[in-house]
């Protein structure tokens, strides 16, 4: 099991762009699939992008083309880039790695866009 550690959240003005860390800590990082998620207050956490041990990625749809996820094995860490940022993206961005029937999830950093 993996314990990550998310970082690099905050506000930032609309068209803005900010890039997310999530430090995992635990063995064969590489060997999980890593996603990232976002929540926002009475709603149900959603789905942002993925990226699987051997490098697919898959994006939800509203952010394709703004965001990019990458991941760095040599130091457990996965990335998420985000550019043109717009409201909407305002979020609790949450890490999740998953493999087989191991799933882990970060406490989450906060994500604030102003129009």
């Known amino acids: 099991q993996v314990q990550l550690v998310e970082s690099g959240g905050g506000l930032v003005q609309a068209g803005g762009s900010l890039r997310l860390s999530c430090a995992a800590s635990?063995?064969?990082?590489?060997?999980?699939?890593m996603a990232w998620y976002r929540q926002t207050p009475g709603k149900q956490r959603e789905f942002v992008a993925f990226i699987t041990s051997g490098g697919w990625i898959i994006y939800e749809d509203s952010v394709k083309g703004r965001f990019t996820i990458s991941r760095d094995n040599a130091k457990n860490t996965v990335y998420l880039q985000m550019n043109s940022l717009k409201p909407e993206d305002s979020a609790v961005y949450y890490c999740?790695?998953?493999?087989?029937?191991?799933?882990?999830w970060g406490r989450g950093t906060q994500v604030t866009v102003s129009s």
């Open positions: 999740n790695a998953e493999k087989s029937r191991l799933n882990s």
């Open positions: 635990g063995s064969f990082f590489s060997d999980y699939k």
